[in-house]
């Protein structure tokens, strides 16, 4: 079977960081790799809505954001369909018929829909569209017969929800879906990356996001603001790793030859984080190396941002022409899933002949 990627964002902001290192980088590399007949990166702005449906321009307004940074950090739209969710009805429709395949009882165990609802203090009052949003989020996987959807570790038990949907439409009508399976960031801290200020995850709200649209100077003072040990107040002190944010940007962005260039006392990050751990090693130190790497991972996206903002149209087109290429797929597989239901009757010769030799008969 040949392989097929489905992955995405919400579009209420810029991308940051947290998105790089925990699905874009590998996005990009997946792509890259010659190893999939298709890849579907979907801007999920229907999704976005079940929880800012007042202020839609939101939405509206960051859908090219997201398109900058995507294109900005690699997703060749040669390469990969890139799309906007709300311009696909077929997916509506889709989820319209997977609704009858799950019960209330089951959305509501859903770990991450319950995380979701109390950080959003919708314990009172839970949109439906929200509520059942891992239900939208199968038929946007099973439209694209995605065998492998990369997310965060959080996302989990969406990807099991889709496959127990899949198995279930699979056994009652025809095995028309493909069961997807999640493929997670290969390293530990990329599969979330904290707050600039050690919370556990970053929010716009909160302003401890690094952006991957900032200038220099806006990357440079996030760092240098960085949490890091408390308890390390002075240099010769020793230092901790656990919850120290700098450490955990490190463990993600940092590679050996990043030593050589930025930091060539130590040769690897073992050894700088052995040294901190028994004291002698201030933060901004570290702060400063933490500095050089991003500065270098985030110029280039940087640049090519810069060049795509001139032409904003062109962008739009290839959202446009992402969309026509990936309703044709979404409609081709709503037309098995609805012929597996026994609904497609204009389409069924078979059940037209039939029923005109029923009632010929009858005459």
């Not at 949003?133 to 099973?142: E, L």
């Not at 099991?160 to 279930?168: A, D, L, S």
């Amino acid at each position: 079977m040949d392989k097929i990627i489905l992955t995405g964002d919400r579009p209420t902001g810029r991308l940051h960081v947290g998105h790089y290192v925990g699905s874009l980088r590998r996005r990009v590399e997946l792509q890259n790799s010659g190893e999939y007949k298709k890849t579907y990166i979907m801007i999920a702005d229907a999704q976005a809505l079940t929880d800012n449906i007042e202020n839609p321009e939101k939405v509206r307004q960051n859908i090219i954001e997201v398109a900058l940074d995507y294109i900005s950090c690699g997703l060749d739209p040669e390469r990969s369909t890139l799309f906007i969710q709300s311009q696909i009805p077929e997916l509506c429709e889709l989820t319209f018929y997977y609704m009858d395949l799950v019960t209330v009882a089951r959305l509501q165990r859903n770990p991450t829909v319950k995380s979701e609802i109390q950080m959003r203090n919708f314990e009172a009052s839970i949109p439906v569209g929200f509520f059942t949003y891992p239900i939208s989020q199968a038929a946007d996987i099973t439209a694209f017969k995605a065998d492998t959807v990369p997310v965060g570790e959080d996302q989990l038990p969406m990807i099991e929800q889709t496959r127990e949907i899949v198995h279930k439409f699979n056994t009652v009508y025809a095995p028309v879906l493909v069961e997807p399976s999640a493929l997670l960031p290969e390293n530990e801290a990329s599969k979330r990356l904290p707050g600039t200020d050690g919370k556990a995850k970053m929010s716009k709200s909160l302003n401890n996001c690094i952006y991957l649209s900032d200038t220099a100077d806006e990357v440079r003072t996030k760092v240098m603001s960085m949490y890091t040990d408390p308890l390390h107040l002075q240099v010769s002190d020793p230092g901790h790793l656990e919850g120290n944010t700098v450490f955990t940007y490190l463990d993600a962005f940092c590679r050996k030859e990043h030593f050589g260039r930025y930091l060539p006392d130590y040769t690897d990050l073992g050894e700088l984080k052995a040294h901190y751990q028994r004291g002698g090693l201030g933060d901004v130190k570290v702060k400063k190396f933490l500095n050089n790497i991003l500065q270098e991972v985030l110029e280039p996206v940087r640049i090519r941002r810069k060049e795509l903002e001139k032409d904003i149209p062109a962008v739009y087109d290839i959202l446009k022409k992402g969309s026509e290429a990936a309703r044709e797929t979404a409609a081709q597989t709503l037309s098995e899933v609805k012929s597996a239901m026994r609904i497609n009757y204009f389409e069924d010769e078979e059940l037209i002949r039939t029923q005109s030799e029923r009632f010929g008969e009858g005459a």
